[in-house]
């Protein structure tokens, strides 16, 4: 299936980017205004890019933008080859054959979708917005304009520019926020682990809508996927150190940690104490979820 336009604008608008330094690290957006110079050239090849002279001194020279915050001379071959973690495209080396070491990458193989979204010159102007309003300061922006042969936008688009989020982004938005509005409200605002609730006039509250098979790794938003839970219930639950058992009991690993304070704030204290649950079953958690949750979470020992 073919990768739209929205999809890769998406990719480019979460890079990897050092940021120890305070600012992006440049080298991967510069290289791929590089590869859109390339497009635009109709220079950009098909299928396979080597890694070759003419690319490197195009990014030598796309990099004197950036000099002066950077200490160190920058080195193609490393934006040519990370950017594989960023789902850009495939580092290979000479053979060939899939390359793990920057050393040894020698040609990138391009997504078809991807080069064609580069040759499209509305898309390709989309993209070269973004990159430059996220990834550079602002007297860096201006010199990039000018040498892409761009006009330089408002302070209002590059902002717009800087924020892009993709279709799916935006989705992804709506629906954990739904799922915090719905897991809150099945369960009242209530803390299922201590009963504890807290809801401000100003539409804050202290419970979370806690995801148990966790979202990362399930990219689940189902309600059956949501518990209700306080701050510290919440933390305790990510770090494993209580589970729920198949009759939605507290099951506490007691042996993992030390604890001491007021009795209603110690979790040893809740061990096989029932839930706080919602009046209707149908919104209590999966059985599934919870499963997942004892086996890849908690642990006794």
């Given at each position: 299936m073919m990768k739209s336009a929205d999809y890769w604008l998406g990719k480019l608008s979460k890079l990897r980017v050092d940021?120890?330094?305070g600012d992006p690290a440049p080298h991967k957006p510069l290289l791929l205004l590089v590869i859109l110079e390339l497009a635009q050239e109709g220079l950009l090849p098909p299928k396979t890019?080597?890694?070759?002279?003419?690319l490197a001194s195009r990014f030598m020279s796309y990099s004197t933008v950036v000099a002066k915050r950077r200490k160190q001379r920058p080195d193609v071959r490393f934006p040519f080859h990370h950017l594989s973690g960023d789902g850009i495209w495939t580092?290979?080396?000479?053979?060939?054959?899939?390359?793990?070491?920057?050393?040894?990458?020698?040609?990138?193989?391009?997504p078809s979708d991807f080069v064609l979204f580069a040759n499209d010159p509305a898309c390709r102007d989309k993209a070269?917005?973004?990159?430059i309003a996220k990834y550079f300061r602002p007297s860096e922006r201006i010199a990039l304009y000018e040498v892409i042969g761009l006009p330089i936008p408002s302070d209002i688009e590059i902002e717009q520019n800087a924020a892009y989020k993709s279709a799916e982004d935006a989705m992804?938005?709506?629906?954990?926020?739904k799922f915090r509005i719905h897991i809150l409200a099945a369960y009242d605002y209530t803390c299922a682990l201590t009963g504890y609730r807290?809801?401000?006039?100003?539409?804050?509250s202290i419970v979370d809508a806690a995801h148990i098979h966790q979202f990362a790794d399930s990219r689940n938003n189902e309600l059956g996927n949501g518990i209700a839970l306080c701050k510290n219930a919440h933390w305790l639950f990510d770090k494993g150190l209580w589970t729920i058992s198949d009759d939605f009991r507290v099951v506490v690993a007691a042996s993992r940690f030390t604890?001491?304070?007021?009795?209603?704030?110690?979790?040893?204290?809740?061990?096989?104490?029932c839930l706080h649950l919602?009046?209707?079953r149908a919104l209590w958690p999966s059985p599934v979820h919870v499963a997942w949750h004892r086996k890849t979470k908690f642990d006794r020992d």
């Open positions: 940021r120890a330094s890019l080597p890694l070759t002279p003419d580092p290979l080396d000479e053979n060939f054959e899939k390359s793990d070491d920057k050393r040894r990458t020698r040609y990138v193989e391009l070269r917005h973004l990159l992804q938005v709506g629906r954990e926020a807290l809801a401000t006039i100003s539409g804050t604890e001491s304070g007021k009795p209603d704030l110690l979790l040893g204290n809740y061990q096989e104490t919602p009046d209707d």
